[in-house]
């Protein structure tokens, strides 16, 4: 079992930056490849980021590509994103995800959640 704890999320204006973090417990953290999802209200939940468990690859959505970065603390078990020029279409709650493949876009392809962070990003 893999416990993953979101924080860092807020409200700012739009062009601001925020810099998520999600630690983890439970298990060995650098087995696992980490995802950043994010659900807006009404709308499903999207893939954002995602990271490797071993070389630090990354994958953006277009969305968020060149604005977004995502990064890897395995030494304290913690996944980071930070966005940068925050749109309100930012606007969500951002959950971190865990799993045991290499690198994953796919939410069915994660197994652990955390609970979630809203963001919030006024115009």
């Known amino acids: 079992q893999v416990r993953l704890v979101e924080s860092g999320g807020g409200l700012v204006q739009a062009g601001a930056s925020l810099r998520l973090s999600c630690t983890a417990s439970?298990?060995?953290?650098?087995?696992?490849?980490m995802g950043w999802f994010r659900q807006a209200p009404g709308k499903e939940r999207e893939f954002v980021a995602a990271?490797?468990?071993?070389?630090?690859?990354?994958y953006y959505s277009d969305s968020v590509k060149g604005r977004f970065t995502i990064a890897r603390d395995n030494s304290k078990n913690t996944v980071y994103l930070q966005m940068n020029s925050l749109k309100p279409e930012d606007m969500a709650v951002y959950y971190c995800?865990?799993?045991?493949?290499?690198?994953?876009?796919?939410?069915?392809?994660?197994?652990?959640w955390g609970q979630g962070t809203q963001v919030t990003v006024s115009s």
């Open positions: 990271i490797s468990r071993s070389d630090s690859t990354t």
């Open positions: 439970g298990r060995t953290f650098s087995n696992y490849a």
């Open positions: 995800a865990a799993g045991s493949g290499l690198l994953i876009t796919s939410q069915n392809q994660y197994a652990y």
